[in-house]
């Protein structure tokens, strides 16, 4: 559906994304992460036909963006960081003018126009104006605007930015449903780790415009060699057994305090269950353990050795 070929984009000294390609197959949900200013909005906006890239290609559905745009722009909804909604205008007022702008008109607008206030819950505010909404319901309404032309590929460019909890979990559940349902290609940018995990089978982490891992969590894990979390509690056990517990097959790390220990391990092919039963035979004994998956968070941390930036 989107294939992205070497593409880079450039301002005067300042390289914003530096020589990236990924391929977003049809009706995939694909996250895009990074921290902000890492380049999400700029790939955003070169995808969305805003921006040209200095280099590279742009493909979406087998077709060049530096061929016929208008053509390409027919089967998109790019979904904005920033709302762009007329304010004035009601709920239902604003979907009816975005839908105009894709060709709609009659009937068929005002039947798309109902379809997608049922999408993004709002049909009780259909007349409401919105300025009189909530910032969450402001942004389902953006996302609404970008539906009306029942695109093959959705765009969400950090959609879930200063919104509650409940409005959240929204946006999260209809861009999943749409997938699932209507085969809806989407591309999901954020810096909320946990929203791109919940949403995305395969995924793409940026920082400082470069492209530094590509693929599902499982493959990013074994590819990078990035490990869960053992942590165990002790009641007995000598000196000379506590060293050999980075010799047990499985253990990279691991680190002792007091009656305490934490270790990073890739099960691979062995189950935690194993790793315990080695450090038991060890002749440590064991009071309780606790197994932690690595998540997003860990693993971001892992690939580029520092905590996801917010600033």
Do not use: W
Not at 63 to 72: A, H, Q, T
Not at 150 to 171: A, M, N
Not at 176 to 192: A, F, P
């Amino acid at each position: 559906m989107l294939e992205l070929n070497h593409v880079t984009k450039k301002y005067k000294d300042f390289t914003a994304v530096k020589d990236i390609s990924l391929n977003v197959k049809s009706g995939e949900r694909f996250g895009l992460l990074g921290p902000n200013g890492a380049g999400k909005s700029t790939m955003v906006s070169m995808i969305s036909t805003v921006l040209r890239p200095t280099a590279g290609t742009i493909t979406v559905d087998h077709k060049p963006l530096s061929g016929k745009p208008r053509e390409i722009k027919k089967i998109m909804g790019i979904v904005p960081q920033d709302l762009a909604l007329y304010q004035a205008l009601s709920t239902k007022d604003n979907l009816e003018f975005f839908g105009s702008l894709y060709g709609l008109y009659g009937s068929r607008l005002k039947s798309r126009t109902e379809e997608v206030l049922d999408i993004i819950g709002l049909k009780e505010r259909r007349n409401q104006a919105v300025s009189e909404l909530s910032g969450g319901m402001k942004r389902r309404v953006n996302i609404g605007a970008a539906l009306m032309n029942d695109p093959k590929l959705l765009v969400l460019d950090e959609p879930t930015v200063g919104i509650d909890p409940q409005s959240r979990h929204h946006i999260l559940e209809t861009v999943k449903k749409l997938n699932q349902d209507r085969g809806m290609t989407v591309i999901y940018t954020s810096h909320y780790m946990e929203e791109v995990e919940y949403l995305c089978k395969r995924l793409a982490i940026i920082d400082h415009g470069s492209l530094i891992a590509l693929g599902s969590k499982e493959e990013l894990k074994l590819n990078l060699k990035a490990c869960d979390t053992l942590t165990v509690d002790y009641s007995e056990g000598n000196e000379a057994a506590l060293g050999q517990l980075e010799q047990i097959s499985g253990v990279t790390k691991a680190t002792v305090e007091g009656k305490h220990i934490s270790m990073l391990v890739s099960t691979g092919e062995r189950s935690v269950i194993d790793i315990v039963d080695d450090i038991r035979n060890l002749g440590i004994r064991l009071t309780g353990f606790k197994y932690e998956e690595m998540n997003l968070e860990s693993l971001f941390l892992q690939i580029t050795g520092k905590a996801l930036r917010e600033e």
